[in-house]
């Protein structure tokens, strides 16, 4: 399994992604929100999303698990 953690702390502004969706390297997954920046995180390989565990409107705290993702 692969984990996407908030690079730091912040608001999910939008989940890209839905459970059961393929995505890419590289590709962006969820937009947060800190300190009036935007920061987009993106997969770091190719898999399907197994799991979302954030949504917009919650905040988060550095290294938070927002996104499970199944090689």
Avoid: R, Y
């Avoid at 502004?13 to 920046?37: C, F, P, R, T, Y």
């Avoid at 997969?43 to 954030?54: D, F, L």
Wanted: proline fraction near 4%; avoid cysteine.
């Amino acid at each position: 399994m692969i984990e996407i953690k908030a690079s730091m702390a912040g608001t999910v502004l939008h989940v890209l992604v839905a459970a059961g969706d393929e995505v890419a390297a590289g590709q962006d997954v969820i937009m947060l929100e800190s300190m009036k920046m935007e920061i987009p995180l993106d997969s770091p390989g190719n898999g399907t999303v197994e799991e979302v565990k954030a949504e917009a409107g919650d905040f988060v705290n550095e290294g938070d698990v927002l996104l499970v993702l199944k090689p």
